[in-house]
């Protein structure tokens, strides 16, 4: 049984050596001019054995609309079917500003490992988006290791993020 949020036993995977181990499945996306980060990024999170990566595209480099990957990742997230997700665009503007209009997404668009950490520990970002043009894959690949690891500090942030909703 595959099930769509963190620390669920998935016990149906035929090729992990635990039935009782808990991944994480996260769900990721971009256009074309975020492909090549975007299948770096997903052969890095399977080879860790601690993620099951939902690819909703694209998959290839041909010209391709933003708005549309970022709008269908944004729903699964609002929707609760994935806690975490990553989008990357050429620039990562156009996947933030579309995924942010989504009630219960905060998309951070981060290109340095203390805004990654940040994202997470101040916002509870859920989306992780980056600019394949404007950051090298090293560091994109150590931002996706922090992002996902990194707790939600709570307390006082939690109310800010509350007064968010209530706007
Ligand atoms: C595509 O050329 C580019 O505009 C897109 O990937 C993104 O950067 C938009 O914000």
Not at 56 to 85: E, M, T, W
Request: hydrophobic share 40%.
């Amino acid at each position: 049984m595959i099930t769509h949020h963190w620390s669920y036993p998935i016990s149906a995977i035929a090729d992990r050596n635990s039935a009782e181990k808990n991944f994480m499945e996260i769900i990721i996306g971009s256009d074309h001019a975020g492909f090549d980060l975007k299948e770096a990024c997903k052969a890095h999170l399977e080879s860790l054995d601690d993620y099951i990566v939902r690819d909703i595209g694209v998959f290839n480099k041909d010209s391709s609309d933003y708005p549309k990957v970022a709008q269908k990742l944004a729903r699964s997230i609002a929707d609760g079917k994935y806690s975490h997700g990553i989008l990357i665009c050429g620039s990562g503007l156009g996947m933030s500003i579309v995924a942010n209009r989504y009630k219960g997404v905060r998309a951070a668009l981060c290109h340095n490992l203390y805004l990654a950490r940040m994202a997470r520990m101040h916002n509870d970002a859920n989306v992780l988006v980056m600019g394949e043009r404007v950051i090298g894959w090293g560091l994109a690949l150590e931002m996706v290791d922090l992002f996902l690891k990194t707790p939600f500090e709570g307390g006082r942030h939690k109310l800010r993020l509350d007064l968010i909703d209530k706007g």
